[in-house]
């Protein structure tokens, strides 16, 4: 069972900046993608990023591209989203997810675990 637990957000102003992290613990040898969603209330999640975590690759949603960037750690098990540039309507839960098959993907069905989520809110 992998668990996945998500750092980092908070509040700011229109056009700053904020990161976040994804640790992963337990059988984390079994990830092969880590990505980022983002939901608000009444909305279906929305892809941000993905990363392989051994080869490195991204991939980006087209609402965020050239504005975030998501990295890896593999030393700690972690995943970074900076987030520069950020606008209101960034604003929403961000949740990491965990897949345990090649392939960059999009689609949250396709994510085998879940963290807990973390709220970021831009203020205007």
């Known amino acids: 069972q992998v668990q996945l637990v998500e750092s980092g957000g908070g509040l700011v102003q229109a056009g700053g900046s904020l990161r976040l992290s994804c640790a992963a613990s337990a059988r984390t040898f079994s990830i092969y993608v880590m990505g980022w969603f983002r939901q608000v209330p009444g909305k279906e999640r929305e892809f941000v990023a993905a990363i392989s975590r051994y080869s490195g690759s991204t991939y980006y949603g087209d609402s965020v591209k050239g504005r975030f960037t998501v990295s890896r750690d593999n030393g700690k098990n972690a995943v970074n989203l900076q987030m520069n540039s950020l606008k209101p309507e960034d604003t929403a839960v961000y949740y990491c997810?965990?897949?345990?098959?090649?392939?960059?993907?999009?689609?949250?069905?396709?994510?085998?675990?879940w963290g807990q989520g973390t709220q970021v809110t831009v203020s205007s």
């Open positions: 997810g965990a897949r345990l098959q090649y392939g960059l993907s999009q689609r949250q069905s396709e994510y085998d675990y």
